[in-house]
């Protein structure tokens, strides 16, 4: 029954994620957290294209979750653009072009020395919208971040319930979704997979893998940066935190909790980290603790994650 | 632009000199364990702020800082030999990202430990009566602790120095930094020295924690974003190459010093600018050797 199950779901995951998902927000405890694993996901999966499968391990994407909050935060509470899409579209952007930028510096090194160097720079990234406080409000985050209504082709909606937002970041994930499905199905996503196991013989098969690197981090660094747009209407307000380095800590540690490589993984392990911190916050302030401890014996014992580990026992 | 002293200038200098001083050990500690077994220890902030913490504690407990700077960086290198034993070696022939993940995680791990410990208020260590005051090089005043955590330092490199180039067991570690195949084949039990150079390296780091302690705040997160500058400043001198890390980390300390004097509000930021241009220019570092390790 178990293994019938994650088969049906490793096989149809954006089905699945959508039948899942539609309903969650009466499963949990309540919608502010359905809403906030919604938009982590969507984050781990971007992530998930860059390490899952390119096999690069960034340490600093909350340069991209942080661009896309600020490109959209400042796109409404700075420049009054009254465009739902074109705040999200505003830190689509933002995120596009760091990612350029930086991938463009990280990609000069390989293995090891790129977790480093993309830690690095969401640093740098960090410290700028610090001092930068009359664009991004500093220390304070950027406030003012109201939602507009959805316009669509002859309907508008108001987002002002918490349950009409989360059917929009439901719409607007699923849509991501199926848009990273078909990024990985293509022969593009071969390649990936491909740099991942053998970098050596993807080059040797004729593969100018230098671009295609940098353009798997763009993709990546674009999801991400949807989700940090999300996340800015979510919380109507950006706080720096979002380009700290902890907010890519949080990114890996959910991504490994699922499983790296897998689709539907990252979903799962942002949910778990989610559900987790949200119990144990209640019981003690030390959380990060168990956090911490949990994650080193996922590292040690369970590398494949949650997700990973129940697809490998199809096999 | 205001009319700059010269006296002005020369304590800048030598506040930049200090600071490189310890990005200096903390560098040193993280590429000769980067350079022999390609493990980034993301820890070693932890194991910074856990050097300080611990002198905290030992200042406290023995009246004595002496005492204490000898002894907090043994107990950081016997806590680093426990980390590589039962952590880190179970990831040998893994994933080369494995050791990265699980030291982050204990990062975090250790962290809460210490807050837990000694509360989430930071802390401040006193520098030593003996070393309290100035001195007048004739140039300028120079506060006499920052004297002594140059001194110390200084003697701390040329004591690595002779381990490495001049002992058996400095012979192996820099023969298995360049083939460690090599040196096994030769019959050497590699795993002891790696033993020994996570040790090292971490007590490094201690000793960083506690010379820093009286100098800069002593608060749990202290050594995250050390690390980060750490981490920049191998990277700006080559990799596993000590005398890449000891000039980079002089270079990003004055860097730090000089902004932060010139243009406060840059001083975080001009550090990633140097390691950017660095990238640009010699992307295996200053020192670094093209192709190896990368």
């Known amino acids: 029954m178990k293994r019938a199950v994650v088969r049906a779901v490793a096989a149809r995951p954006v089905l699945a994620f959508a039948l899942v998902f539609a309903v969650f927000p009466f499963v949990v405890p309540y919608k502010a957290l359905a809403t906030q694993v919604l938009?982590?996901?969507?984050?781990?999966?971007?992530?998930?294209?860059?390490?899952?499968?390119?096999?690069?391990?960034?340490?600093?994407?909350?340069?991209?979750?942080?661009?896309?909050?600020?490109?959209?935060?400042?796109?409404?509470?700075?420049?009054?653009?009254?465009?739902?899409?074109?705040?999200?579209?505003?830190?689509?952007?933002?995120?596009?072009?760091?990612?350029?930028?930086?991938?463009?510096?990280?990609?000069?090194?390989?293995?090891?020395?790129?977790a480093m160097l993309s830690l690095a720079f969401a640093q740098l990234l960090y410290f700028i919208a610090f001092h930068l406080a009359d664009v991004t409000g500093g220390d304070d985050g950027l406030r003012g971040v109201s939602v507009p209504p959805l316009r669509l082709p002859g309907v508008t909606l108001a987002l002002d319930s918490s349950l009409a937002f989360y059917y929009f970041a439901f719409a607007v994930v699923t849509l991501a979704m199926l848009a990273l499905k078909r990024i990985l199905d293509s022969p593009f996503g071969a390649v990936l997979q491909a740099i991942r196991e053998n970098s050596d013989r993807a080059v040797a098969c004729g593969y100018d893998i230098r671009r295609i690197k940098l353009l798997s981090f763009v993709f990546s660094a674009l999801f991400c940066g949807l989700a940090g747009g999300l996340d800015a209407l979510r919380l109507g307000v950006v706080p720096v935190e979002s380009l700290y380095w902890t907010t890519s800590g949080q990114v890996v540690i959910m991504t490994l909790l699922g499983g790296a490589g897998t689709f539907f993984g990252p979903f799962v392990g942002a949910t778990t980290f989610l559900v987790l911190e949200d119990r144990l916050s209640v019981v003690t302030e030390s959380w990060p603790l168990f956090i911490g401890l949990i994650f080193m014996a996922f590292v040690l014992f369970l590398p494949k994650g949650i997700w990973g580990t129940l697809l490998a026992r199809l096999r | 632009m205001p009319e700059i002293s010269l006296a002005a200038l020369a304590a800048q200098l030598f506040t930049g000199l200090v600071l490189g001083m310890i990005f200096v050990l903390l560098a040193i500690g993280l590429s000769l364990i980067f350079?022999?077994?390609?493990?980034?220890?993301?820890?070693?902030?932890?194991?910074?702020?856990?050097?300080?913490?611990?002198?905290?504690?030992?200042?406290?407990?023995?009246?004595?800082?002496?005492?204490?700077?000898?002894?907090?960086?043994?107990?950081?290198?016997?806590?680093?030999?426990?980390?590589?034993?039962?952590?880190?070696?179970?990831?040998?022939?893994?994933?080369?990202?494995?050791?990265?993940?699980?030291?982050?995680?204990?990062?975090?791990?250790?962290?809460?430990?210490?807050?837990?410990?000694?509360g989430k208020i930071g802390l401040s260590l006193d520098p030593p009566r003996a070393l309290a005051g100035a001195v007048n090089l004739g140039f300028g005043m120079f506060p006499t602790y920052r004297l002594f955590v140059i001194a110390v330092t200084a003697l701390v490199l040329v004591g690595l120095w002779l381990f490495l180039e001049r002992t058996n067991v400095g012979l192996v570690i820099r023969?298995?930094?360049?083939?460690?195949?090599?040196?096994?084949?030769?019959?050497?039990?590699?795993?002891?020295?790696?033993?020994?150079?996570?040790?090292?390296?971490?007590?490094?780091?201690?000793?960083?924690?506690?010379?820093?302690?009286?100098?800069?705040?002593?608060?749990?997160?202290?050594?995250?974003?050390?690390?980060?500058?750490?981490f920049v400043v191998v990277v700006v001198g080559g990799m596993g190459s000590l005398p890449g890390a000891i000039v980079a980390g002089l270079l990003i300390g004055q860097v730090v010093s000089m902004t932060t004097f010139f243009a406060p509000k840059l001083a975080e930021i001009n550090v990633f600018l140097v390691m950017a241009l660095v990238l640009l220019l010699r992307p295996s570092g200053l020192f670094g050797e093209a192709g190896l390790m990368e």
């Open chain 2, 35 to 118: 350079g022999l077994m390609t493990v980034v220890n993301f820890s070693h902030g932890s194991f910074y702020m856990l050097g300080a913490y611990l002198g905290f504690f030992l200042v406290g407990y023995t009246t004595s800082f002496w005492v204490a700077l000898v002894v907090a960086p043994l107990l950081v290198g016997i806590l680093g030999l426990g980390v590589e034993r039962f952590l880190i070696r179970p990831l040998y022939g893994r994933s080369i990202d494995d050791p990265l993940l699980l030291t982050f995680g204990l990062s975090a791990v250790i962290i809460e430990l210490v807050r837990l410990t000694w």
């Open chain 1, 39 to 114: 938009i982590y996901g969507l984050f781990a999966l971007g992530y998930n294209l860059l390490y899952g499968y390119t096999g690069l391990l960034s340490f600093g994407h909350a340069a991209y979750w942080g661009l896309g909050a600020y490109g959209t935060g400042i796109a409404l509470a700075r420049l009054q653009i009254g465009s739902l899409w074109g705040a999200l579209g505003a830190g689509l952007l933002l995120a596009g072009v760091g990612g350029i930028v930086v991938g463009f510096f990280c990609l000069r090194r390989r293995g090891i020395y790129f």
């Open chain 2, 175 to 230: 023969g298995g930094s360049r083939d460690s195949l090599m040196v096994r084949a030769l019959g050497i039990d590699l795993r002891k020295v790696w033993l020994l150079v996570f040790g090292l390296g971490s007590a490094l780091a201690g000793l960083a924690g506690i010379l820093a302690g009286p100098m800069r705040s002593v608060y749990a997160e202290m050594g995250v974003t050390t690390v980060i500058e750490s």
